[in-house]
Protein backbone atom coordinates (compact mmCIF):
# COMPACT_ATOMS: atom_id res chain seq x y z
CA UNK A 1 0.00 0.00 0.00
CA UNK A 2 2.68 2.16 1.06
CA UNK A 3 4.28 2.09 -2.44
CA UNK A 4 1.03 2.36 -3.96
CA UNK A 5 0.82 6.06 -2.35
CA UNK A 6 4.85 6.48 -2.78
CA UNK A 7 3.45 6.03 -6.95
CA UNK A 8 1.01 7.97 -6.79
CA UNK A 9 2.91 10.98 -5.12
CA UNK A 10 5.98 10.70 -7.57
CA UNK A 11 3.38 10.76 -10.83
CA UNK A 12 1.88 13.75 -9.40
CA UNK A 13 5.28 15.48 -8.93
CA UNK A 14 6.33 14.03 -12.86
CA UNK A 15 2.84 16.35 -14.13
CA UNK A 16 3.69 19.30 -12.13
CA UNK A 17 7.00 19.23 -13.40
CA UNK A 18 6.15 18.63 -17.00
CA UNK A 19 3.44 21.50 -16.54
CA UNK A 20 6.50 23.88 -15.03
CA UNK A 21 8.98 22.97 -17.73
CA UNK A 22 6.64 23.40 -21.05
CA UNK A 23 5.83 27.18 -19.60
CA UNK A 24 9.95 27.78 -19.72
CA UNK A 25 10.51 30.95 -21.26
CA UNK A 26 13.64 29.64 -22.99
CA UNK A 27 11.65 27.55 -25.21
CA UNK A 28 12.84 28.24 -28.76
CA UNK A 29 10.08 30.54 -29.86
CA UNK A 30 8.14 29.48 -33.24
CA UNK A 31 5.90 32.40 -35.29
CA UNK A 32 2.63 32.53 -34.06
CA UNK A 33 -0.86 33.13 -36.43
CA UNK A 34 -4.03 34.82 -36.09
CA UNK A 35 -6.23 31.74 -36.29
CA UNK A 36 -9.22 32.27 -38.99
CA UNK A 37 -12.16 34.55 -37.66
CA UNK A 38 -14.91 32.82 -36.12
CA UNK A 39 -17.54 34.50 -38.16
CA UNK A 40 -21.13 34.32 -37.10
CA UNK A 41 -24.41 34.62 -38.01
CA UNK A 42 -24.60 38.49 -37.30
CA UNK A 43 -21.60 39.12 -38.96
CA UNK A 44 -22.56 37.74 -42.41
CA UNK A 45 -26.06 39.59 -42.38
CA UNK A 46 -26.75 42.16 -44.79
CA UNK A 47 -29.96 43.69 -42.87
CA UNK A 48 -28.77 47.22 -41.24
CA UNK A 49 -30.89 48.59 -37.92
CA UNK A 50 -30.12 52.50 -39.19
CA UNK A 51 -34.15 52.15 -39.42
CA UNK A 52 -34.75 50.74 -36.11
CA UNK A 53 -37.17 52.90 -33.84
CA UNK A 54 -37.55 53.28 -29.99
CA UNK A 55 -40.91 51.09 -30.47
CA UNK A 56 -42.11 48.17 -32.00
CA UNK A 57 -43.61 48.31 -34.97
CA UNK A 58 -47.28 47.41 -34.22
CA UNK A 59 -47.73 45.88 -37.65
CA UNK A 60 -45.09 44.09 -37.26
CA UNK A 61 -46.31 42.53 -34.34
CA UNK A 62 -49.86 41.75 -35.36
CA UNK A 63 -48.81 39.89 -38.79
CA UNK A 64 -46.53 37.70 -36.17
CA UNK A 65 -49.94 36.95 -33.87
CA UNK A 66 -51.62 36.19 -37.32
CA UNK A 67 -49.35 33.44 -38.12
CA UNK A 68 -49.69 32.26 -34.25
CA UNK A 69 -45.71 32.82 -33.39
CA UNK A 70 -44.80 33.62 -29.82
CA UNK A 71 -44.18 36.80 -29.71
CA UNK A 72 -42.94 36.82 -26.11
CA UNK A 73 -40.29 34.35 -27.10
CA UNK A 74 -39.00 37.01 -29.39
CA UNK A 75 -39.39 39.67 -27.61
CA UNK A 76 -36.83 38.04 -24.59
CA UNK A 77 -34.53 37.07 -26.92
CA UNK A 78 -34.01 39.07 -29.96
CA UNK A 79 -36.76 41.96 -29.33
CA UNK A 80 -34.58 44.51 -31.68
CA UNK A 81 -36.10 42.78 -34.50
CA UNK A 82 -39.41 43.48 -33.35
CA UNK A 83 -37.71 47.62 -33.24
CA UNK A 84 -37.47 47.63 -37.18
CA UNK A 85 -39.37 50.04 -38.90
CA UNK A 86 -39.28 47.34 -42.56
CA UNK A 87 -40.26 44.22 -42.13
CA UNK A 88 -41.75 41.28 -44.72
CA UNK A 89 -43.66 39.19 -42.46
CA UNK A 90 -46.57 38.44 -44.91
CA UNK A 91 -43.92 38.15 -47.39
CA UNK A 92 -41.48 35.49 -45.82
CA UNK A 93 -44.73 33.45 -44.76
CA UNK A 94 -46.08 33.63 -48.14
CA UNK A 95 -43.09 32.35 -49.79
CA UNK A 96 -42.24 29.61 -46.65
CA UNK A 97 -45.73 28.21 -47.11
CA UNK A 98 -45.42 28.08 -50.84
CA UNK A 99 -42.32 26.10 -50.49
CA UNK A 100 -44.76 23.63 -48.21
CA UNK A 101 -44.40 24.34 -45.13
CA UNK A 102 -47.73 24.69 -42.92
CA UNK A 103 -48.60 27.26 -40.33
CA UNK A 104 -47.18 25.46 -37.30
CA UNK A 105 -43.76 25.19 -39.25
CA UNK A 106 -43.74 28.68 -40.07
CA UNK A 107 -44.17 29.73 -36.73
CA UNK A 108 -41.48 27.94 -35.38
CA UNK A 109 -39.29 29.15 -38.29
CA UNK A 110 -39.81 32.19 -37.52
CA UNK A 111 -39.53 31.79 -33.63
CA UNK A 112 -36.19 30.29 -34.22
CA UNK A 113 -34.58 32.54 -37.09
CA UNK A 114 -36.71 36.11 -36.27
CA UNK A 115 -34.37 38.17 -38.51
CA UNK A 116 -35.89 36.01 -41.79
CA UNK A 117 -38.81 38.37 -41.69
CA UNK A 118 -36.05 41.29 -42.60
CA UNK A 119 -35.29 39.57 -45.76
CA UNK A 120 -36.72 41.19 -48.51
CA UNK A 121 -38.87 38.21 -50.68
CA UNK A 122 -35.90 38.79 -53.39
CA UNK A 123 -33.05 38.05 -51.16
CA UNK A 124 -35.27 34.50 -50.20
CA UNK A 125 -35.74 34.09 -53.92
CA UNK A 126 -32.40 34.54 -54.70
CA UNK A 127 -31.55 31.94 -51.82
CA UNK A 128 -33.79 29.31 -52.60
CA UNK A 129 -32.94 29.28 -56.00
CA UNK A 130 -28.93 28.60 -54.60
CA UNK A 131 -29.71 25.92 -52.47
CA UNK A 132 -32.06 24.57 -55.07
CA UNK A 133 -28.97 23.71 -56.44
CA UNK A 134 -27.99 20.79 -53.96
CA UNK A 135 -31.66 19.70 -53.39
CA UNK A 136 -33.54 17.06 -54.53
CA UNK A 137 -36.64 19.21 -54.61
CA UNK A 138 -38.72 21.87 -52.41
CA UNK A 139 -39.73 19.22 -50.08
CA UNK A 140 -36.05 18.86 -48.86
CA UNK A 141 -35.54 22.49 -48.83
CA UNK A 142 -37.99 23.45 -46.33
CA UNK A 143 -37.57 20.43 -43.96
CA UNK A 144 -33.54 21.90 -43.99
CA UNK A 145 -34.96 25.61 -43.58
CA UNK A 146 -37.10 23.80 -40.99
CA UNK A 147 -34.21 22.27 -39.51
CA UNK A 148 -31.24 25.58 -39.93
CA UNK A 149 -33.06 28.50 -40.31
CA UNK A 150 -30.37 31.00 -39.53
CA UNK A 151 -28.04 29.35 -42.21
CA UNK A 152 -30.73 29.73 -45.05
CA UNK A 153 -31.80 33.39 -43.74
CA UNK A 154 -28.10 34.58 -43.87
CA UNK A 155 -28.53 35.63 -47.58
CA UNK A 156 -25.36 38.35 -47.93
CA UNK A 157 -22.68 36.84 -50.23
CA UNK A 158 -24.70 35.32 -52.77
CA UNK A 159 -22.09 35.45 -55.36
CA UNK A 160 -19.52 33.38 -53.37
CA UNK A 161 -22.22 31.10 -52.33
CA UNK A 162 -23.21 30.14 -55.64
CA UNK A 163 -19.43 30.23 -57.04
CA UNK A 164 -18.36 28.30 -54.25
CA UNK A 165 -21.25 25.52 -54.53
CA UNK A 166 -20.47 25.29 -57.93
CA UNK A 167 -16.88 24.62 -56.75
CA UNK A 168 -17.62 21.90 -54.06
CA UNK A 169 -19.53 20.09 -57.24
CA UNK A 170 -16.87 20.18 -59.81
CA UNK A 171 -14.72 18.95 -57.19
CA UNK A 172 -16.83 16.02 -56.72
CA UNK A 173 -18.70 16.57 -53.91
CA UNK A 174 -22.31 15.03 -53.80
CA UNK A 175 -25.16 17.23 -53.27
CA UNK A 176 -26.18 16.03 -49.86
CA UNK A 177 -22.63 16.27 -48.72
CA UNK A 178 -22.76 19.99 -50.15
CA UNK A 179 -26.03 20.47 -48.46
CA UNK A 180 -24.65 19.28 -44.87
CA UNK A 181 -21.89 22.24 -45.37
CA UNK A 182 -24.77 24.96 -45.94
CA UNK A 183 -26.54 24.03 -42.85
CA UNK A 184 -23.68 23.29 -40.36
CA UNK A 185 -20.36 24.98 -41.68
CA UNK A 186 -22.23 27.83 -43.85
CA UNK A 187 -19.09 30.41 -43.20
CA UNK A 188 -16.97 28.17 -46.14
CA UNK A 189 -19.51 29.68 -48.60
CA UNK A 190 -18.63 33.12 -47.74
CA UNK A 191 -14.76 33.36 -49.18
CA UNK A 192 -14.34 34.13 -52.77
CA UNK A 193 -14.15 30.86 -54.17
CA UNK A 194 -10.43 31.99 -55.27
CA UNK A 195 -9.37 31.42 -51.73
CA UNK A 196 -10.98 27.63 -51.10
CA UNK A 197 -9.58 26.95 -54.69
CA UNK A 198 -5.90 27.61 -53.33
CA UNK A 199 -6.78 25.63 -50.09
CA UNK A 200 -7.37 22.61 -52.09
CA UNK A 201 -4.85 23.08 -54.55
CA UNK A 202 -2.04 23.61 -51.32
CA UNK A 203 -3.56 20.21 -49.87
CA UNK A 204 -3.33 18.43 -53.06
CA UNK A 205 0.17 19.73 -53.55
CA UNK A 206 1.34 18.62 -50.21
CA UNK A 207 -0.25 14.77 -50.13
CA UNK A 208 1.83 14.53 -53.85
CA UNK A 209 4.69 15.27 -52.18
CA UNK A 210 4.13 13.41 -48.79
CA UNK A 211 4.23 10.31 -51.23
CA UNK A 212 0.40 10.40 -52.18
CA UNK A 213 -0.78 8.68 -55.56
CA UNK A 214 -2.52 11.03 -58.37
CA UNK A 215 -4.88 7.82 -58.25
CA UNK A 216 -5.90 7.89 -54.44
CA UNK A 217 -5.75 12.47 -54.29
CA UNK A 218 -9.24 13.00 -55.29
CA UNK A 219 -10.77 10.68 -52.56
CA UNK A 220 -8.53 11.86 -49.98
CA UNK A 221 -9.37 15.46 -50.69
CA UNK A 222 -13.17 14.64 -50.85
CA UNK A 223 -13.12 12.56 -47.37
CA UNK A 224 -10.88 15.07 -45.63
CA UNK A 225 -13.32 18.04 -46.54
CA UNK A 226 -16.25 15.48 -45.52
CA UNK A 227 -15.17 14.91 -42.42
CA UNK A 228 -14.00 18.45 -41.24
CA UNK A 229 -15.41 21.35 -44.05
CA UNK A 230 -13.44 24.21 -41.33
CA UNK A 231 -10.29 23.07 -43.13
CA UNK A 232 -11.10 26.13 -46.21
CA UNK A 233 -11.52 28.44 -43.05
CA UNK A 234 -7.28 28.13 -43.29
CA UNK A 235 -5.13 30.12 -44.98
CA UNK A 236 -2.63 27.91 -47.31
CA UNK A 237 0.17 29.49 -45.58
CA UNK A 238 -1.10 27.98 -41.94
CA UNK A 239 -1.42 24.34 -43.82
CA UNK A 240 1.76 24.74 -45.10
CA UNK A 241 3.53 25.90 -41.91
CA UNK A 242 1.54 23.05 -39.73
CA UNK A 243 2.77 20.64 -42.49
CA UNK A 244 6.68 21.65 -42.19
CA UNK A 245 6.38 22.14 -38.66
CA UNK A 246 5.74 17.84 -38.35
CA UNK A 247 8.37 17.35 -40.83
CA UNK A 248 10.94 19.13 -38.72
CA UNK A 249 9.80 17.58 -35.87
CA UNK A 250 11.30 13.79 -37.80
CA UNK A 251 7.53 12.40 -38.79
CA UNK A 252 8.03 11.06 -42.03
CA UNK A 253 6.22 12.04 -45.02
CA UNK A 254 4.17 8.75 -44.92
CA UNK A 255 3.88 9.44 -40.89
CA UNK A 256 2.80 12.93 -41.81
CA UNK A 257 -0.12 11.69 -44.40
CA UNK A 258 -0.74 9.03 -40.96
CA UNK A 259 -1.52 11.92 -38.67
CA UNK A 260 -3.44 13.63 -41.11
CA UNK A 261 -5.71 10.92 -41.87
CA UNK A 262 -6.59 10.37 -37.92
CA UNK A 263 -6.47 14.01 -37.13
CA UNK A 264 -9.43 14.52 -40.11
CA UNK A 265 -7.64 17.75 -40.92
CA UNK A 266 -8.21 19.08 -37.70
CA UNK A 267 -4.17 19.56 -37.54
CA UNK A 268 -4.63 22.73 -39.40
CA UNK A 269 -6.89 24.62 -36.53
CA UNK A 270 -3.72 24.29 -34.75
CA UNK A 271 -0.51 26.43 -34.89
CA UNK A 272 3.41 25.29 -34.82
CA UNK A 273 3.38 27.15 -31.56
CA UNK A 274 0.85 24.98 -29.29
CA UNK A 275 1.92 21.54 -31.11
CA UNK A 276 5.37 21.51 -29.84
CA UNK A 277 4.24 22.77 -26.53
CA UNK A 278 1.91 19.75 -26.23
CA UNK A 279 4.59 17.32 -27.35
CA UNK A 280 7.05 18.87 -25.24
CA UNK A 281 4.61 18.82 -22.39
CA UNK A 282 4.02 14.82 -23.01
CA UNK A 283 7.85 14.39 -23.42
CA UNK A 284 8.13 15.53 -19.66
CA UNK A 285 5.49 13.79 -18.38
CA UNK A 286 5.88 10.05 -20.17
CA UNK A 287 9.88 11.04 -19.58
CA UNK A 288 10.89 10.04 -23.18
CA UNK A 289 12.79 10.24 -25.89
CA UNK A 290 12.21 12.13 -29.08
CA UNK A 291 12.06 8.93 -30.77
CA UNK A 292 9.76 7.55 -28.32
CA UNK A 293 7.53 10.73 -28.14
CA UNK A 294 7.03 10.16 -31.77
CA UNK A 295 5.60 6.83 -31.64
CA UNK A 296 3.31 7.78 -28.92
CA UNK A 297 2.10 10.37 -30.39
CA UNK A 298 1.55 8.29 -33.60
CA UNK A 299 -0.44 5.56 -31.33
CA UNK A 300 -2.58 9.00 -29.65
CA UNK A 301 -2.51 12.13 -31.98
CA UNK A 302 -4.47 13.39 -29.00
CA UNK A 303 -0.94 14.60 -27.92
CA UNK A 304 -0.85 16.40 -30.56
CA UNK A 305 -4.13 18.02 -30.64
CA UNK A 306 -5.00 18.70 -27.47
CA UNK A 307 -3.83 21.82 -25.52
CA UNK A 308 -1.82 21.51 -22.43
CA UNK A 309 -4.05 22.72 -19.92
CA UNK A 310 -6.36 19.81 -21.53
CA UNK A 311 -3.91 17.30 -21.76
CA UNK A 312 -2.80 18.33 -18.20
CA UNK A 313 -6.20 17.92 -16.77
CA UNK A 314 -7.41 14.99 -18.09
CA UNK A 315 -3.74 13.11 -16.55
CA UNK A 316 -5.02 14.65 -13.28
CA UNK A 317 -8.55 12.89 -13.59
CA UNK A 318 -6.57 9.41 -13.99
CA UNK A 319 -4.07 9.62 -11.07
CA UNK A 320 -6.74 10.59 -8.92
CA UNK A 321 -7.93 7.90 -9.99
CA UNK A 322 -5.44 5.56 -9.09
CA UNK A 323 -3.79 5.08 -12.62
CA UNK A 324 -0.25 5.04 -12.94
CA UNK A 325 1.90 7.21 -15.61
CA UNK A 326 3.31 4.23 -16.82
CA UNK A 327 0.10 3.05 -17.17
CA UNK A 328 -1.38 5.70 -19.06
CA UNK A 329 2.25 5.67 -21.31
CA UNK A 330 1.23 1.66 -22.19
CA UNK A 331 -2.61 2.95 -23.52
CA UNK A 332 -2.04 6.53 -24.29
CA UNK A 333 -5.20 7.05 -26.40
CA UNK A 334 -7.00 6.75 -22.92
CA UNK A 335 -6.33 10.50 -22.36
CA UNK A 336 -8.79 10.84 -26.08
CA UNK A 337 -11.99 10.61 -23.32
CA UNK A 338 -13.22 13.53 -21.08
CA UNK A 339 -12.62 13.17 -17.03
CA UNK A 340 -16.12 12.50 -16.72
CA UNK A 341 -15.94 9.59 -19.08
CA UNK A 342 -13.22 7.77 -17.63
CA UNK A 343 -15.16 8.40 -13.65
CA UNK A 344 -18.29 7.02 -15.08
CA UNK A 345 -16.55 3.91 -17.21
CA UNK A 346 -13.98 3.09 -13.74
CA UNK A 347 -17.10 2.90 -11.86
CA UNK A 348 -19.34 0.62 -13.70
CA UNK A 349 -15.79 -1.96 -13.87
CA UNK A 350 -15.53 -1.84 -10.32
CA UNK A 351 -18.83 -2.98 -9.90
CA UNK A 352 -18.21 -5.94 -11.37
CA UNK A 353 -14.99 -6.47 -9.44
CA UNK A 354 -12.05 -5.22 -12.33
CA UNK A 355 -9.48 -3.14 -10.89
CA UNK A 356 -8.41 -0.89 -13.62
CA UNK A 357 -5.42 0.19 -11.00
CA UNK A 358 -3.83 -3.05 -12.02
CA UNK A 359 -5.18 -4.21 -15.20
CA UNK A 360 -5.36 -2.83 -18.46
CA UNK A 361 -6.49 0.57 -19.62
CA UNK A 362 -8.18 -0.99 -22.70
CA UNK A 363 -11.02 -1.86 -21.37
CA UNK A 364 -11.67 1.77 -20.53
CA UNK A 365 -10.58 3.07 -24.16
CA UNK A 366 -12.97 3.79 -27.22
CA UNK A 367 -16.44 4.90 -28.42
CA UNK A 368 -19.25 4.10 -26.05
CA UNK A 369 -20.16 0.94 -28.30
CA UNK A 370 -16.92 0.14 -27.75
CA UNK A 371 -17.05 0.68 -23.87
CA UNK A 372 -20.35 -1.38 -23.69
CA UNK A 373 -18.78 -4.64 -26.22
CA UNK A 374 -16.45 -4.79 -24.16
CA UNK A 375 -18.00 -4.25 -20.46
CA UNK A 376 -20.59 -6.80 -21.98
CA UNK A 377 -17.62 -9.45 -22.32
CA UNK A 378 -15.91 -8.74 -18.77
CA UNK A 379 -19.44 -9.23 -17.21
CA UNK A 380 -20.23 -12.54 -19.70
CA UNK A 381 -16.96 -13.32 -18.09
CA UNK A 382 -18.01 -12.80 -14.25
CA UNK A 383 -20.92 -14.39 -14.66
CA UNK A 384 -19.69 -17.90 -16.38
CA UNK A 385 -20.13 -20.76 -14.00
CA UNK A 386 -16.82 -22.58 -12.93
CA UNK A 387 -17.89 -25.55 -14.25
CA UNK A 388 -20.38 -26.90 -16.75
CA UNK A 389 -23.16 -28.38 -15.50
CA UNK A 390 -23.88 -30.30 -17.51
CA UNK A 391 -20.91 -32.28 -18.56
CA UNK A 392 -20.76 -35.74 -17.12
CA UNK A 393 -18.93 -36.20 -13.60
CA UNK A 394 -15.87 -38.71 -13.33
CA UNK A 395 -16.67 -40.71 -10.21
CA UNK A 396 -14.98 -43.74 -8.69
CA UNK A 397 -16.37 -46.44 -8.13
Given at each position: ????????????????????????????????????????????????????????????????????????????????????????????????????????????????????????????????????????????????????????????????????????????????????????????????????????????????????????????????????????????????ENLEFLQKSDFSDQEVLQLLSKLKGFIFQLTPTTMQKSMLFSKNVFKCSDQELKELVLKCPALLYYSVPILEERLRGLLKEGISIAQIRETPTVLELTTQIVQYRIKKLSALGYN??????????????????????????????????????????
Amino acid sequence: MLRGVARGARDTFTLLLARSQYCNPGLQALSSRTEAPNRSFLTHSTYTTDTKSSEENKKTIESLYRLSVDVKKIRRLKEWVLLQEVAYVQEVAGILQEMGADEPAVANILERCPEAILRSPAEINAQRALWQLVCQNEKQLIKLIEQFPESFFTTGYHENQKANILFFQELGLKNNIITRFLTSAPNIFYSPVEKNKKVIETLQRNYLSLGGSDANMKVWILKLLSQNPFILLNTSTAIQENLEFLQKSDFSDQEVLQLLSKLKGFIFQLTPTTMQKSMLFSKNVFKCSDQELKELVLKCPALLYYSVPILEERLRGLLKEGISIAQIRETPTVLELTTQIVQYRIKKLSALGYNVKSGSLESLNGTKKDFEVNYGKIQSKKERPMFNPVAPLNTQD
